[in-house]
Every structure is written in structure tokens, then in C-alpha cells.
């Protein structure tokens, strides 16, 4: 099912709606049809910098830099 993130050009609510077809999604604060749509939840989320994920081969429960899974190995040599 398609998921689309909005922010409301009335109030400024961000929120997520499942559209149907050609339903549009309304804002749940105000009720507005007035909405921009959010193109990708990733791009916005790699601001800041520090933790972000950019190697692909990171760990995806810890984020740890030597590969997936490497976070339940244990701590030798
Ligand atoms: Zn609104």
C-alpha cells in the first residue's frame, strides 16, 4: 500500500496517509487539502551527520562500521 508523507501548507503538520487511487490525503489537524508532498523520507533524515549510515556494508541493528552482525561477535585479539 502506497504510503505518502505530507506537510500542510496550512498549519504545517507533517503526517503520513495512505492513499487510494486517486483519494487525496487531508491534513488530520486541519482538514486542508492544501498539502505538500514529501518526496523521500531518507533524504531529509541525513542531516546532522555523527551516526548516519553511509557505508552500506554498516551493521543495521548497530550501525557498526565492520559489516552486519559484527556488533554480536565477540571482542578477541
Ligand atoms: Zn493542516
Request: overall charge negative; hydrophobic content about 30%.
Amino acid at each position: 500500500m502506497p504510503i505518502f508523507e505530507y506537510v500542510c501548507n496550512q498549519c504545517h503538520h507533517g503526517f503520513e496517509a495512505l492513499v487510494f487511487g486517486r483519494d487525496k490525503a487531508i491534513c488530520p489537524n486541519c482538514n486542508s487539502k492544501d498539502l505538500a508532498p514529501q518526496l523521500s523520507v531518507f533524504a531529509v533524515s541525513t542531516k546532522g551527520g555523527g551516526t548516519t549510515t553511509s557505508a552500506s556494508g554498516a551493521c543495521g541493528s548497530c550501525g557498526d562500521p565492520r559489516g552486519p552482525g559484527s556488533c554480536s561477535l565477540p571482542e578477541m585479539d
